[in-house]
């Protein structure tokens, strides 16, 4: 079955340290879809990243970067210099396709908690 | 922005009573879905819609019901309130394999 695994609950760093969040996926597609939301304290959502699973190039975003390996279905977040602001709850998604009806839907990890401390 | 709109934003009710939910976008995603989230289970999904009165189950479908009449509403409703179901309640819209943009949410109590 398809599954993320966000095996960090909880991470606290001092500003400016780097930190890397780890997601760990599942799936019997060839073709998928991974992706990042942050969730601030304030409660909204907001999308970071997609990368399809034909792309194994690295991104970088500013302080963000992304490292995707498909020979370890991992996917992880990294965040260099961290900033006060940084500290939300990161959640990695998967995108996948019904078997019954061909339609897709998204499946969500538990989520990490960042706690970036000035 | 993303356009989507979801009502009420807070709601109390007693158990036992319907509750029905309402997500509205002006996007015309053929996607919505209904998503609730409580501590330490992340996102969880609850039913979706794939157009016009096409609907799946998703994880955490039992106890709820939806309805999609129109491209641009995407009902959820609790036929009668348990207190399991207080949580956050979160609607998004996509096209196929896009991300998601997120409502902001409905905070639910029911006591």
């Known amino acids: 079955a398809q599954k993320v695994t966000q095996a960090q609950t909880e991470i606290s760093v001092v500003e400016k340290e780097d930190v890397t969040l780890d997601c760990v996926y599942e799936?019997?597609?060839?073709?998928?879809?991974l992706f990042w939301y942050k969730q601030p304290p304030s409660g909204e959502l907001v999308f970071l990243i997609r990368?399809?699973?034909?792309?194994?190039q690295n991104e970088i975003s500013g302080r963000y970067s992304w490292n995707f390996q498909k020979s370890t279905s991992s996917f992880n977040f990294t965040i260099t210099a961290s900033q006060v602001v940084d500290s939300a709850v990161y959640f990695c998604a998967l995108s996948e396709a019904s078997r019954t009806s061909g339609t897709y839907k998204y499946i969500f990890g538990t989520g990490t908690r960042l706690k970036v401390l000035a | 922005d993303a356009g989507i709109t979801q009502s009420p934003r807070h709601k109390v009710t007693e158990t036992g009573t319907p509750v029905t939910l309402r997500c509205h976008q002006t996007?015309?995603?053929?996607?919505m879905y209904w998503y609730r989230q409580d501590p330490g289970h992340g996102l969880r999904l609850i039913h979706y819609s794939y157009g016009v009165k096409d609907t799946d189950k998703g994880e955490v479908s039992d106890g709820y019901s939806v309805s999609r009449s129109k491209t641009e509403d995407f009902l959820l409703t609790l036929e009668s309130a348990t207190s399991s179901q207080t949580s956050v309640y979160f609607c998004?819209?996509?096209?196929?394999?896009?991300?998601?943009?997120f409502g902001d949410g409905t905070r639910l109590s029911i006591l």
């Open positions: 998004a819209i996509s096209p196929v394999n896009q991300p998601q943009h």
């Open positions: 990368r399809n699973s034909f792309d194994e």
């Open positions: 799936t019997r597609d060839t073709t998928y879809y």
């Open positions: 996007e015309n995603h053929r996607y």
